[in-house]
């Protein structure tokens, strides 16, 4: 995809999911990898809601700004899911109320914040970890993903949001409203006892869809 397709892609799923309430204000950012290894990245105190696709930063694969603004302080949450990750080509980070809400729960297990509820949750999400608190810009969050070593393309950042990478910007836009609706799967079912999806269940999935998912089975 030419540069001038990947920015106006950028502006418009941040539009979208501006949008649709998922992000306030000027929370969240969006970046998408280069061929060069360099990346695009939504500009510091931006609104997904009103980007320009001029404005966005353009970084080179050492992270230094070539053009636009300033790029968001969370680079180094970005930087950590690329250098972890080969597949990924994009990370979206957003604010969303329901995710943000489950990273608070005391229940929550960090390596499996999230139950099977869904087939498509796994499908788009694999299984989502939860990793503690740091200030946003912070640049310990990047340890925190660097020590997951790969094997998440989702997370929840404690008290802040969720973060998920995906081969493509469209795919990591996807598994994030994903995140969000199965968050609030959650919260709408917590203390009614839901069925979840079998370990048999999952298993199916896996095999048919040719899932990755984190091994547990050492966890418990």
């Known amino acids: 995809m030419a540069d001038t397709a990947i920015r106006e892609a950028i502006c418009r799923f941040g539009r979208s999911l501006f949008e649709r309430g998922l992000t306030p204000g000027s929370s969240g950012n969006i970046s998408v990898r280069l061929d060069d290894g360099g990346w695009l990245v939504t500009p510091t105190n931006a609104s997904l809601g009103f980007l320009d696709p001029a404005r966005l930063s353009r970084l080179d694969a050492q992270g230094t700004l070539v053009s636009g603004d300033a790029p968001t302080k969370e680079v180094p949450l970005h930087t950590a899911l690329y250098q972890t990750r080969d597949a990924a080509r994009a990370v979206v980070h957003l604010h969303s109320t329901h995710s ?75 598994a994030m409203e994903e995140l969000e609706e199965t968050a609030k799967l959650y919260l709408l079912l917590r203390g009614l006892n839901p069925r979840h999806l079998s370990p048999q269940q999952v298993d199916d999935l896996v095999k048919v869809f040719g899932l990755t998912l984190p091994d547990h089975s050492d966890h418990h």
């Open 100 to 174: 943000v809400a489950i990273s608070m729960l005391p229940e929550i297990d960090p390596l499996m914040a999230l139950p099977p509820l869904t087939p498509y949750y796994l499908m788009r999400c694999g299984q989502t970890a939860l990793v503690p608190y740091h200030r946003p810009g912070d640049p310990a969050v990047a340890d925190a993903i660097k020590g997951l070593a790969g094997k998440y393309a989702s997370v929840l950042l404690a008290n802040h949001g969720p973060v998920v990478s995906g081969d493509t910007l469209e795919a990591a836009v996807f």
